[in-house]
């Protein structure tokens, strides 16, 4: 018996997967970039996931800012559509995959971050992040 899958569903179940190749994610800083898309994630085969660095293209960028259009960056995942676990049983999820830019050193380069920020960041040794953020979920 062949099941079927209504479009709705597996938009849904296409969204929630590891940040990979060619995904593109919102830039939650002040560094100047406003979109940027995932060369290649530095950790694990699947792809990245909260708290994980990455190396990334700009896309858009706002002008006078400290990164062009056109660069490529580091950047830290602060937000991920796909679900994670805790260490209280709970999961944490996003409506949206976010990025802080960072320098080879992993310290940020933007003076600020927006939205949301999840805690796990601490135990990935990003604490200068959530120092910046304005709310840790």
């Known amino acids: 018996m062949a099941t079927t899958m209504t479009c709705n569903n597996f938009l849904s179940l296409q969204q929630r997967t590891f940040i990979q190749m060619r995904t593109n994610l919102k830039v939650v800083d002040n560094s100047g970039a406003k979109r ?13 996931r909260l708290g994980d ?4 293209s700009v896309k858009e960028a706002q002008p006078r800012g400290k ?12 937000r991920a559509a796909m679900q994670r676990g805790r260490c209280d049983g709970s999961e944490i ?45």
């Open 53 to 56: 660095t990455i190396i990334a």
């Open 93 to 137: 999820k996003f409506d949206d995959n976010a990025v802080v830019l960072v320098n080879k050193q992993g310290e940020p380069i933007g003076t600020r971050v927006f939205g949301p920020v999840p805690h796990e960041l601490r135990k990935k040794k990003h604490v200068k992040i959530l120092t910046l953020a304005e709310h840790i979920a």
């Open 67 to 78: 990164v062009k259009k056109g660069d490529v960056v580091y950047g830290v995942v602060v």
């Open 36 to 48: 940027v898309m995932c060369i290649q994630a530095l950790k694990g085969k699947k792809g990245a």
